[in-house]
């Protein structure tokens, strides 16, 4: 995932020492303990971002940081707005890359059904918020799927995230929408994949779980897309992800 110094073993070492934490089977029988206390303890919703809440895992941050600096996007699209913490994550990441002029004029695009007010004003308010934009309506009604795709028109290289409905229908037809704006080396990283590792009535009330989540849509999409591959790199290095077979890279 990350670019290192081809005069050093560095990433050799981390791709060495992800390859046995996934073989290593007490690591793996307590992560599945650990990520069904989580979900039901609600942990993900613990964090903000510059003042923002942010409902992500911390380990998941870190690695869309490193995608981020390794792509280098100009237009990052996010399905899922929420309180917002995610959205100007990503619009800090784009003012880093500007700074370090790798990037020019970086944007954020957010897409949800339904923004509360109080999230839309604290979005808006914030200093970043000139980074930011947002359409309001599902993201796979074919309206809002065409001004998805004439806002990323002239954009050098997109990266998308896809953290809204969860369910399988609902993230198959969001992959088939949006997928080709990903541009090669680019990722689209695909939120709440763990939902297929914990057991149903875990989340109560939720109309997705075992079968019927994000992960068995990413599965679906691969079968008929092979312009993507998981990067299983980043599974087996963040141990704790909420995105297991999430991260999309577009080859």
Not at 1 to 21: G, H, K, V, W
Not at 110 to 135: C, M, Q, Y
Not at 141 to 151: M, N, S, Y
Request: negative net charge; charged residues 25%.
């Amino acid at each position: 995932m990350a670019q290192c110094d081809p005069r050093t073993n560095f990433c050799s070492e981390i791709n060495d020492r992800a390859n046995l934490y996934k073989n290593d089977l007490l690591l793996q029988e307590t992560l599945t303990k650990f990520h069904e206390r989580i979900a039901k303890t609600k942990y993900a919703y613990s964090f903000f971002w510059l003042g923002i809440p942010i409902i992500q895992l911390p380990q998941d941050l870190q690695a869309m940081q490193e995608i981020i600096w390794e792509v280098k996007p100009d237009l990052i699209i996010e399905t899922g707005i929420a309180w917002g913490g995610s959205l100007v994550f990503s619009a800090s990441m784009l003012v880093i890359l500007e700074a370090c002029g790798a990037i020019e004029n970086g944007q954020v695009l957010g897409v949800d059904i339904e923004i509360r007010a109080h999230n839309k004003a604290a979005i808006l308010a914030h200093p970043l918020s000139k980074k930011i934009t947002i359409f309001e309506g599902s993201s796979i009604d074919d309206k809002i799927i065409k001004k998805v795709h004439e806002f990323a028109k002239n954009k050098k290289r997109v990266m998308i995230c896809l953290d809204s409905n969860h369910t399988h229908d609902h993230v198959l037809a969001e992959l088939r929408a949006y997928a080709s704006l990903v541009s090669v080396g680019s990722y689209c990283i695909v939120g709440d994949t763990a939902i297929e590792n914990v057991p149903n009535g875990t989340i109560p009330g939720s109309p997705w779980g075992e079968g019927n989540n994000p992960k068995t849509a990413v599965w679906e999409f691969l079968k008929e897309n092979k312009n993507f591959v998981i990067d299983k790199t980043i599974d087996s290095k963040l141990i704790l992800t909420g995105s297991p077979d999430g991260y999309l890279k577009r080859i």
